[in-house]
């Protein structure tokens, strides 16, 4: 059986006949001898290549990498080779022809890729013979845990940032209706009325942070299951869930509506309930909604609660179990990845939920939301743009995302606010059983959250091709 040309096993049979040229000080190979990169990040290996000025102009290049130096191929950008266990985790990030780099990406490093990597390179001369030769040594991969160098500036930002799971659209419409109503009543004839409810809202202000005021009624209007049927919005239960647990919610992606989550989560029209007996479900939302008048109440008869620390203590905390509380883990800023086909969530920093779970010994339950990007375009905003850099900084002065989206209008379909009209399928993963940890250390959290982003991946692996994403796109974890 004839073997086609740059097969590995001929690139190997020719690196013993062609050994010499690696000896030749104008072929040279430059790669750091060792880098360090967390569980789950990316991580560049660096290659500059040279080769004598007078065999250019070349008739082919090809980049190889390869596990050690005699190890197995991993990876060549000529056939498009990649092996399956970096499947869809390498990029080559270099330019062989242009600046002589052959650099190469990979994402969401895993334990296992820690190895020497070296890069071969093989070039055919104007005579049709080719010359290979390659790094000795290679460059030493070390994955670490992941954790960042600042834990407090980590848990201050997995707090703050991961939990924000209603800045939408109708949101904010609702709550300007209700604040320029009380403000009418205030300054009206029936401010009387309007001073006895302020007067109320102080003595009532801590129940946004302990479990909220919903309403079965309002859960159950009719008008929501008009809202599930319109993009439709299914919700799909992989895992019983024992009811005499709490359990922590991660919700994915965040999406510029958090459709999902609220369908699911925030009313019964999708069946929570009966997909899960025994569970109350709260969505968490940033604090700041809940000092809005008359909005405070209509959103918590919801079963939506404040995403500060102490609604989630309370919460994870209840006696008896069969509590969930559910974050949108990415929050705020997430949102500005939303668009379709996205599949970038920025979680690993995201920690703090994982340490809550641990304080209370809470299940911690990965949930993917398939869909949920499909629903707006956005205005291009690239990392490093005007507009994001503009939206970034809007985001830490008023602690809300302000995505510029756009989608369908009522009677045409080329531009508008209303969402496309894009299936949502909200999958529940299988439970991560947690012990209770106090006081955990930073080792802990980020053993858990190692293995939370594990099975992440995994629900949306097993799911992606059922709803609609092709087997070659992968999650892209920031």
Known sequence: MLLPPGHPALLLLAGILLGA???????QITQPESLSAPAWGSVTLP?????????????????????GFHGQFIYNHTERFTHPDFRGRITLVGDPRGSRTASIRIDRLRESDASEYVCHIRVQKKDYKWEQWRGNPGTKLTVTGGRQKDPSARRAHGQSQAEGGGEYMEIRVGAQCCLALFLLALLGELWLPALLYAAWLYLDRETPARGGRRSPWVRRWAVWRHFRDYFPITLVKT??????????????????????????????????????????????????????????????????????????????????????????????????????????????????????ALQHGAALVPVFSFGENELFHQVPN???????AVQERLQKLMGLALPLFHARG??????????FRRPIHTVVGAPILVPRTPCPSHQAIDRLHATYLERLITLFEEHKTKYGVPPEKHLNLI
């Open 239 to 356: 895992a019983p869930l024992d009811p005499s647990r709490n359990y922590l919610f991660g919700f994915h992606p965040h999406g510029v509506l958090v459709a999902g989550a609220f369908g699911n989560f925030c009313t019964e029209a999708t069946g929570f309930g009966e997909l899960f007996p025994g569970l109350t479900p709260h969505l968490l939302m940033l604090p700041f909604w809940f000092r809005l008048p008359l909005f405070r109440d209509y959103i918590m008869s919801g079963g939506l609660v404040s995403s500060d620390k102490a609604s989630v203590s309370y919460l994870l905390g209840h006696e008896g179990g069969g509590q969930v509380a559910v974050i949108a883990v990415g929050g705020p800023p997430e949102s500005l990845e939303a668009r379709p086909g996205a599949l970038t969530l920025q979680i690993l920093s995201r920690k703090g939920f994982i340490k809550a």
């Open 21 to 27: 040229a690696a000896q030749d000080p104008r072929y």
């Open 410 to 419: 009522v009677f045409q379909y080329s531009f508008g606010l209303l969402p």
């Open 47 to 67: 290659c500059a290549f040279t080769y004598p000025d007078e065999i250019e102009l070349l008739r082919d290049l090809r980049v190889y990498w390869r596990r």
């Open 382 to 388: 690239p990392r490093g743009s005007l507009v994001r």
